[in-house]
Nanobody, 113 residues
Framework: QVQLVESGGGSVQAGGSLRLSCKTSGIIFSINSMGWYRQAPGKQRELVAFINRGGETSYTDAVKGRFTISRDNAKSTVYLQMNSLKPEDTAVYYC???????WGQGTQVTVSS
């Protein structure tokens, strides 16, 4: 059974930082590319950061230079360090493995101005 458990969200003021974690089980983590997605109210879910199994990363333009995705294969966990947060980063954040169709419950990030 595939499980993805996101944590680390919260409420911060603009300019603040948060570190999200996504603990996985039921998958062979090391062979999966991993993505962090977000969904704001009334908007479609979007991919914001991606890391392949070799550690190469990519980001959507809106978060480049502010967010950093990383992975720890020994812990089957992917992280998203979010700095210089903006109100437009407010959303529910989800992680997903590319070789699985499952989603976690997400973690809420709220940034106030």
């Amino acid at each position: 059974q595939v499980q993805l458990v996101e944590s680390g969200g919260g409420s911060v003021q603009a300019g603040g930082s948060l570190r999200l974690s996504c603990k996985t089980s039921g998958i062979i983590f090391s062979i999966n590319s991993m993505g962090w997605y977000r969904q704001a109210p009334g908007k479609q879910r979007e991919l914001v950061a991606f890391i392949n199994r070799g550690g190469e990363t990519s980001y959507t333009d809106a978060v480049k230079g502010r967010f950093t995705i990383s992975r720890d294969n020994a812990k089957s966990t992917v992280y998203l360090q979010m700095n210089s947060l903006k109100p437009e980063d407010t959303a529910v954040y989800y992680c997903k493995a590319n070789l699985a169709t499952d989603w976690g419950q997400g973690t809420q990030v709220t940034v106030s101005s």
